[in-house]
């Protein structure tokens, strides 16, 4: 009797190059990307039970799409998540994870350290829905248990924050989550799975921009929740109802690209490091931060939860907002441009752009400070990058 062969575990790597739905008769190697907005069925009785939920069968883009379902797939092995919605855009993946959970009186207690975008919808759009929203300092994970309202039903968090690249101990605040019954969601944009998986250290949802370092080349925009296959199904509900679904064409970009998001993060984190490194005690600066130096105050709860550093790199210019200005006008390699992550290394300058609508007092509260700079690490050479940093730094004195 032939001995029946075990099917092998893979590794989340491998999972995220493997996954792939059944091959059609054509026995492509590749996937093939389904652009479609609807799906056939055999006869009325298979429409009817499709539409009544007791299939998986699919019906509509909007709901659903083998495409889209392959990204999806390998976004959740790589996060060791149960299941996952893909969206149109990170922001779209972030109001959807607040809106499926949060109603008329509800109180959500988030880091100040966040984007732009989020603090925008935070600060005045929940509010149109009397949804409360109190902030913390995500260095001073010891106030976080006393803000805790009877009425809160979510901690949000982003580590590393963008662009501070300040970090919070997962496990510790998803003890205290726990503890209270709140879910933690964090937006892990910024690390990527391939060096940080918050579901590990307790998290309950986890978000992400996959216009970032997960497409890698600036190419398409997307997002996606991840999690527990019951609290995925509530932001399913809102999410298929309400419309931001994920374009199949952009799913078939961004789960191609999830082939080599380890093989591009090593490199994106090297250069990154070797930045910082070579930055620390620069005539032009006030300080260098980046989580795997350890002049970071955050340095240990890094080596702790992280792989890696990631590809961002910040540091403070002496001489503020004109400085910072100069400063990427005289960049001759890196781009301008309002994105990150990309196979190309990107320059900003926070308080005159993603972070340019709060006012003084709201950017200098999370970190923001004049002559803060950005640097996205791109794949190009190390010693190119660091170059053409040196020479905009010594142009713009």
Request: proline content about 5%; overall charge neutral.
């Amino acid at each position: 009797m032939k001995k029946r062969k075990v099917k092998p575990t893979y590794r989340p790597e491998t999972k995220a190059i493997r996954i792939q739905p059944g091959r059609t008769h054509n026995m492509e190697h590749s996937s093939p990307m389904y652009l479609t907005s609807s799906f056939c069925y055999e006869d009325a009785e298979a429409m009817r039970a499709a539409f009544a939920d007791e299939n998986d069968a699919y019906i509509y883009s909007r709901f659903s799409n083998p495409t889209v379902e392959e990204f999806t797939q390998r976004m959740s092995a790589l996060e060791g998540a149960e299941s996952g919605f893909a969206t149109a855009s990170g922001m779209s993946a972030i109001f959807g994870s607040f809106m499926a959970f949060l109603k008329a009186g509800d109180h959500l207690l988030s880091s100040a350290s966040i984007f732009g975008s989020t603090h925008t919808v935070i600060t005045k759009f929940l509010p149109k829905w009397n949804i409360q929203h109190t902030y913390f300092d995500l260095t001073k994970p010891e106030t976080i248990e006393a803000l805790i309202q009877p009425n809160t039903k979510m901690i949000f968090v982003e580590t590393p924050s963008n662009p501070g690249l300040d970090l919070i101990d997962l496990e510790t605040v998803a003890k205290i989550a726990k503890k209270h019954n709140v879910l933690l969601n964090v937006d892990n944009c910024f690390a990527t799975p391939a060096i940080q998986r918050p579901l590990d250290f307790g998290a309950d949802l986890v978000t992400h921009s996959a216009t970032k370092w997960l497409d890698g080349q600036g190419r398409v925009l997307g997002g996606i929740v991840l999690g527990k296959q019951e609290l995925v199904d509530e932001v399913y509900a809102f999410c298929r109802s309400t419309g931001p679904s994920l374009s199949p064409f952009n799913a078939w970009v961004l789960a191609r690209s999830l082939e080599t998001l380890h093989v591009r993060m090593e490199r994106h984190s090297g250069n990154a490091l070797s930045l910082a490194q070579a930055l620390e005690g620069n005539e032009h600066l006030e300080w260098v931060k980046y989580p795997f130096l350890k002049s970071h105050p955050q340095y240990d709860i890094a080596q702790k939860q992280m792989s890696a550093g990631g590809g961002i790199v910040c540091f403070e210019l002496k001489g503020g907002l004109e400085r910072g200005r100069r400063f990427l006008d005289q960049l001759e390699l890196l781009s301008l441009t309002a994105n990150l992550g990309d196979s190309r290394s990107i320059a900003s300058h926070p308080a005159s752009t993603t972070h340019a609508k709060l006012s003084e007092a709201e950017r200098l509260k999370v970190g923001i400070t004049p002559g803060l700079i950005r640097i996205s690490c791109g794949l190009e050479h190390k010693a190119d990058i660091l170059e053409d940093v040196l020479q905009a730094l010594d142009s713009s004195r």
